[in-house]
């Protein structure tokens, strides 16, 4: 298994541009998400699905559009760069089934806006 | 969404145990309790979770106040590998969301 993958691994933007970051797990987990994290700080949600078709707001969804046609994919689109976007965005995945519920993360996409 | 605070950083020399607390006054009853940690440049990787009861597992010792107010977790010995950013997190079961805190960052000292 390839677990969860994510491209680009590095990304430059010019402000007003827009772009999608991709997300795949080839596990069959129901629920995917995606962070960002700005320079020493923690991850903050911005949106997350619990299944194909089905998509929620996290702490910090505003710029960010997303869509679940498939359980594997998870993209994230970004409409019109803001330098406020430059960050690193994981994306996670992880299982319904169960309690564990052990979110597995992507190596990470580091995008910075100019 | 139920808050964790936890402590900004933590300093421990290698191979002594390291007890990392968390509060989190305003948990639920159905709020999982989880644990994970984020080495340099990586994405955070899962290390433990519980409910109410104390958890085990090869990497780590999950304590769960009574009042499942706070929580501490417990890496019995220290290595250099330890060294990362540990987050405390409480995933609500009824929306599945996990909420990151700042989380505590640990030095580990040869």
């Known amino acids: 298994n390839a677990g969860v993958t994510q491209t680009p691994k590095f990304q430059v933007l010019k402000t007003g541009q827009s772009m999608t970051l991709q997300c795949a797990q080839d596990m069959n987990h129901e629920y995917m998400s995606w962070y960002r994290q700005d320079p020493g700080m923690g991850l903050r949600l911005i949106h997350y699905s619990v299944g194909a078709g089905i998509t929620d707001q996290g702490e910090v969804p505003n710029g960010y559009n997303v869509s679940r046609s498939t359980t594997e994919d998870f993209p994230l689109r970004l409409l019109s760069a803001a330098p406020s976007q430059t960050s690193v965005y994981f994306c996670?995945?992880?299982?319904?089934?169960?309690?564990?519920?052990?979110?597995?993360f992507g190596p990470g996409t580091r995008l910075t806006v100019l | 969404d139920a808050k964790t605070t936890q402590p900004n950083s933590m300093e421990s020399n290698e191979e002594e145990p390291v007890h990392l607390p968390c509060n989190h006054s305003t948990i639920s009853g159905t709020d999982y309790i989880h644990w994970y940690r984020q080495l340099p440049s990586q994405g955070p990787e899962y290390v433990i979770h519980?409910?109410?009861s104390n958890v085990n597992n090869r990497m780590a010792s999950l304590a769960i106040a009574e009042d499942r107010k706070s929580s501490t977790l417990i890496l019995h010995r220290a290595t250099l590998r330890d060294a990362a950013v540990y987050y405390c997190i409480l995933r609500d079961r009824g929306t599945y969301k996990y909420i990151f805190g700042t989380g505590t960052r640990l030095k580990v000292l040869a």
């Open positions: 519980g409910l109410t």
């Open positions: 996670a995945s992880t299982t319904l089934a169960g309690s564990a519920n052990e979110q597995f």
